[in-house]
């Protein structure tokens, strides 16, 4: 399996980014993923969740409003729509998924992960 993030960068607080993820590998199309992120010194935190049999999506509170997560059917890419940066959304970003078979939760902790793609904030 593997999984392959792109469309960090740097970025003026204010800004946008999208960031983009295709996993391969898979027999079907993953049912579960996600985006969680890492800053220097601090643990790795879920960010967005997304499950593909219904469409429902889960955010963690520091995002909500400005961070929207989608999946494209037609290709099965994940993307993630980053508004109104801030400093402290400087991270590395990483995608994650699950296997398909599986449930999808708030609280998936995710098989498959790619290398991440560094997004970083600055005044």
């Known amino acids: 399996v593997l999984v392959v993030e792109s469309g960090g960068g740097p970025v003026q607080a204010g800004g946008s980014l999208r960031l983009s993820c295709v996993v391969t590998?898979?027999?079907?199309?993953?049912?579960?993923m996600g985006w969680l992120r890492q800053a220097p010194g601090k643990e790795r935190d879920r960010v967005a969740v997304i499950a593909n049999d219904r469409g429902r999506t889960w955010y963690s509170d520091s995002v909500k409003g400005r961070f929207t997560i989608s999946l494209l059917n037609a290709n099965g890419t994940l993307f993630l729509q980053i508004n109104n940066l801030k400093p402290e959304d400087t991270a590395m970003y990483y995608c994650?998924?699950?296997?398909?078979?599986?449930?999808?939760?708030?609280?998936?902790?995710?098989?498959?992960w790619g290398q991440g793609t560094q997004v970083t904030v600055y005044e």
């Open positions: 994650a998924a699950d296997p398909p078979g599986g449930g999808c939760s708030d609280k998936a902790h995710f098989a498959d």
């Open positions: 590998g898979y027999t079907y199309r993953s049912v579960c």
